[in-house]
Structures are given as structure tokens and as C-alpha cells.
């Protein structure tokens, strides 16, 4: 895999021993480890081609390159191994550390097919309008699929709905069902895409798609208000770092 280069450094802030002492390089490298475990897997994948098992932290910051650690899983052990990925050109200033990493941070995201540098980590639960949505299908999954013996009671449908042709009854109610499923469906993958592009967490990544099959609509809705808040705040920090080239 031919390695794509990493964008360049932002400023020509002129260096000095403060804004290059190994305290700054420090902080920089620690705060990276803390807060951007996401980042720090994108640069290995995008700049490396490299898919690491676990424990991937920066190890060194200079001017001309990051160092990053990370294991290997196989089944004959684990791997600890080292990926340099170099600036191009070389950063004049630590200072400018922040502003290249962004940049890099926003490149390999946007490469590796995600639509934003850092997971959306939100789940908003169903309004009282949905609740009415909700109880629909679990009723129509129980008397459909679980206890189907009411709507094939032919006594009962043409009391209830005074038809000559009761048999097609059940059939229409069946099939009504099943396309309402179906539809939900439909809407429970594309919220499974979303939120993948979106790095949303497992744990409520599963909890939006539930709701998508659930409720339908009203879930993609909500989601759809969190991704547009998102792509703004995106689109702010895209706009402050080309700001500063």
C-alpha cells in the first residue's frame, strides 16, 4: 500500500527552546494518549496501512515525525511494534503540533470513508410521539406472529369488519404487517450506517438501530439532528485550522 502524505505543517511560527522543549513535546504526546485514541488508529491505518489489535499510544513527537506504538494480536503471540509517520515538511514549532495533527487527524477520517474525526457519542430516546408507533408493532407482532388465532377467527373478523370475504381479511392484515416490518427494517440499516460513519459507540450504536426498527421515521429524525451538529462543528474546526495556513 503506497503510503498517501501526510498534510503539511500549518504555520511559519518562528521556533524557540520554549515552544520546542520536551515538557511541551510531553504534554502534547500525553493529551493525544487520553484524548485521541480514534485519531491515533486513523493515522496508523490511513498514513501506515496498519490495523492494530490494541494499546496504540503516541510514543515521541518531533519536528519531523509522531511515533506510535501499538500490539498485534496472532495466534502465535503479540507483536509490539513502532510506525513513524513524518511531516512533510517538518514542523518549524511545537506550537504548530496542534494544527498538523488536526489537519492529519481531519485527512485520514475523511480517507478512510468516516465523516468526522471524533465518535458521536450521543443517544437521544424516543419522545412521547413515538410511543404510539411503538405499541402498534409490539400488538401487531403478538397477534401476528405470536398469537395469530384473533385475526384468523372468522367469526370475529366479520363481526368486527362486516366483510362478504373474510378470508382475505387476515391476509391484508398479514401483509400490512409484514411490509410495516420490512420498512422498518429498511430504516434500522441505514441508522447502522449512519452511526458507523459517525463512530458512534457499540453499545448505543445497537440502541439507535433498535430504535430504528421500532419506531422508524421519528429515530432517523433524531439522529439526523445530531449528525447536522456534528458536520458544524466539523465544519468550524476545518475552517479555523485552514484559517491559520
Known amino acids: 500500500m ?8 500549518r504555520s511559519e511560527r518562528p521556533s524557540g527552546p520554549e515552544s520546542n522543549s520536551q515538557s511541551m513535546a510531553e504534554r502534547i504526546i500525553s493529551y493525544m494518549n487520553k484524548e485521541h485514541q480514534v485519531s491515533l488508529k486513523d493515522y496508523l491505518r490511513y498514513y501506515k496501512g496498519i490495523v492494530a489489535t490494541r494499546n496504540i499510544a503516541m510514543r515521541d513527537l518531533t519536528l519531523e515525525n509522531i511515533t506510535i506504538g501499538y500490539e498485534i494480536i496472532h495466534n502465535k503471540g503479540i507483536d509490539q511494534l513502532e510506525a513513524k509517520i513524518d511531516f512533510n515538511p517538518p514542523m518549524k514549532s511545537l506550537a504548530d503540533a496542534r494544527d498538523v495533527l488536526v489537519g492529519m487527524a481531519m485527512q485520514a477520517s475523511e480517507g478512510l470513508g468516516y465523516a468526522t474525526i471524533t465518535p458521536l457519542d450521543k ?9 404510539p408507533i411503538i405499541v402498534l408493532v409490539l400488538l401487531s407482532t403478538y397477534y401476528v406472529y405470536w398469537n395469530p388465532t384473533l385475526i384468523d377467527d372468522k367469526e370475529f373478523v366479520l363481526r368486527q369488519y362486516k366483510v362478504y370475504d373474510i378470508e382475505i381479511v387476515p391476509k391484508l392484515l ?3 404487517y409484514w411490509c410495516v416490518i420490512v420498512y422498518h427494517a429498511i430504516e434500522a440499516v441505514i441508522l447502522y450506517i449512519w452511526t458507523g460513519m459517525y463512530r458512534v459507540p457499540t453499545i448505543k450504536r445497537a440502541a439507535w438501530c433498535i430504535c ?14 445530531l449528525m447536522v451538529e456534528k458536520d458544524m462543528a466539523s465544519e468550524n474546526t476545518k475552517s479555523t485550522v485552514e484559517k491559520k495556513e
Open 2 to 9: 503506497s503510503e498517501p502524505t501526510p498534510v503539511p505543517a
Open 123 to 131: 443517544f437521544t430516546p424516543p419522545t412521547w410521539h413515538s410511543i
Open 174 to 176: 398479514k401483509t400490512v
Open 212 to 225: 430504528g426498527f421500532m419506531e422508524g421515521f421519528p429515530a432517523i429524525g433524531r439522529f439526523r439532528s
